[in-house]
């Protein structure tokens, strides 16, 4: 039988090659939000006898979240960078047989988180042969070590340990964060689901004067909470369910609760909560914080309440006659979320938003908005409708949703239906435009100093890989 000719030889030979290319440097790795993926293509270079070469390929996509909770990944907003550093042949074999367990540690390091380069996240943690994979576990008997979860919070960010576990059941407590550690903070849940419904833990003040939770510091390095229950029993209090401060603080699958007229509130903060339940009595969101909310569910009780009432601050000083500070706004976005009259109330005229001050921007997109929303949406009053704030309705539906409301609500908020319009508030950008000491600075482009910081990354991931070598060494030995 006669060969193929050489020349289709070479064309199936580029074709594989281009989509083994394709397959693992394009595809898979824009699925993940903070990727440093160390490649088995180890065959692809080899220097000296005595030596590999270990690509390191760091993507870095702008949405500094899970990916699980997020439905629009916009490629263009991944960054790649590409170091080689080298190891011994010996080495490099024990890395190549656990490549599988180096993969999960790199992507879940500690040396990222204390770096700032990714917003906290929630893939499974797996105690490899990693201090920095161990976790802390809290029980309502205290029988793990710990019975508050404030002080194990506290322990783990001043000790390293980068996971708080906490068993079923009802804390009564005022947790504080007041150290600056990423941590990251995982209740129990039944089956296993992450969805709220079924959380398992629940964080009470007990009818108390204080919130929930508190954050005592604005120099956070993230903490992370996810399927945990936030309740404020005191029906007078305003202290809400979360004073919140500092930036990249993030809630997954949590439900807030307050009988009180507050539910967050704070000082200047940034953070993201996804497919959460918040409710209270009336500013549901309050004060100074940028919010991106995503796939929750929202409402709130009372008649005449408002679902936002935040204000934006100024940054800087005036050093000379005639200059003046900036203005950075707090910006609420609800995306695809459901803002819902709750069962068994009949309470109406509910704002979507109201200023407490100028720079007060809201964004509900692709939310549904129930009947008992007020026909302007926003509240009506000179400081709501000050020209420095911002009220946007994109694709919201519901008896309460713009289309059933045009004439109202036209003076009062911004109908948008070209989604280019939007691009200031997606997840991407939303992050980098927040009051200065809260943003986040997620972008590499052309900056050296990025540049540098992600080889001092390289460098350290190089260092983690050497210890773990000598303990994948053993376990080789261990399990002859």
């Given amino acids: 039988m006669p060969s193929s ?92 047989r656990h490549s599988y367990r180096i993969e999960h540690l790199i992507v879940n390091s500690i040396v990222f988180k204390e770096h700032g380069l990714v917003f906290p996240n929630f893939h499974q943690v797996r105690h490899f042969f990693d201090r920095d994979r161990d976790t802390i576990t809290v029980s309502p008997d205290g029988s793990t070590g710990y019975a508050s979860i404030g002080a194990a919070i506290a322990y783990a960010q001043t000790n390293g340990y980068s996971v708080v576990n906490i068993l079923a059941g009802t804390y009564t407590e005022n947790v504080i964060i007041s150290k600056t550690a990423a941590v990251t903070v995982v209740g129990e849940t039944t089956s296993g689901s992450s969805d709220y419904s079924a959380n398992l833990v629940t964080i009470s003040n007990g009818g108390g004067p204080s919130a929930p939770l508190t954050f005592n510091t604005a120099a956070g390095q993230g903490v992370a909470w996810k399927n945990i229950n936030f309740i404020n029993t005191n029906s007078s209090s305003t202290a809400g369910l979360v004073y919140l401060r500092g930036s990249k603080n993030a809630f997954y699958s949590c439900a807030f609760t307050s009988t009180g007229s507050v539910g967050f509130t704070g000082s200047y903060a940034s953070g993201i909560i996804a497919n959460s339940y918040l409710e209270a009595a009336d500013k549901v969101i309050s004060s100074y914080a940028s919010l991106y909310i995503y796939g929750s569910t929202i409402t709130a009780t009372n008649k005449n309440a408002l679902i936002v009432y935040n204000k934006g601050a100024a940054y800087g000083l005036a050093r000379r006659i005639g200059t003046a500070s900036t203005l950075y706004n707090s910006t609420v976005v609800l995306d695809n979320c459901n803002v819902i009259q709750k069962t068994g109330y009949s309470n109406t005229n509910v704002f979507l938003a109201a200023a407490n001050g100028v720079g007060s921007v809201v964004v509900y997109r692709d939310t549904t908005l129930a009947g008992f929303i007020a026909g302007s949406g926003v509240h009506v009053d000179p400081t709501t409708q000050d020209s420095r704030n911002e009220y946007i309705e994109f694709g919201t539906s519901g008896a309460g949703g713009y289309s059933n409301y045009v004439s109202t609500r036209a003076a009062y908020v911004s109908w948008v239906t070209d989604v280019m319009a939007l691009s200031a508030y997606k997840i991407s950008v939303f992050f980098t435009t927040c009051y200065p000491t809260v943003a986040l600075k997620l972008f590499i482009g052309s900056n050296a100093l990025h540049v540098n ?28």
Avoid: G, M
């Avoid at 070479?10 to 990727?35: A, E, H, Q």
């Avoid at 220097?47 to 990944?73: G, H, K, L, M």
């Avoid at 992600?454 to 000598?470: A, D, G, H, N, Q």
């Fill in 5 to 96: 000719p050489p020349y289709l030889q070479l064309c199936i030979c580029i074709c594989v090659c281009f989509c083994t290319f394709v397959i693992f440097f394009v595809i898979y790795p824009t699925r993940s939000c903070v990727n440093c993926f160390i490649r088995a293509i180890f065959d692809f270079f080899r220097t000296q006898s005595a030596f590999y070469c270990i690509n390191f390929r760091i993507d870095i996509q702008a949405y500094p979240v899970d990916n699980q909770y997020f439905n629009r990944v916009d490629p263009n907003n991944i960054q790649h960078l590409y170091f080689v550093e080298w190891f011994p042949i010996e080495q490099f074999r024990v890395l190549c």
């Fill in 453 to 480: 910081n992600f080889r001092v990354i390289s460098f350290l991931v190089k260092s983690k890989l050497e210890r773990l070598y000598e303990l994948f060494r053993l376990f080789d030995e261990y399990c002859k």
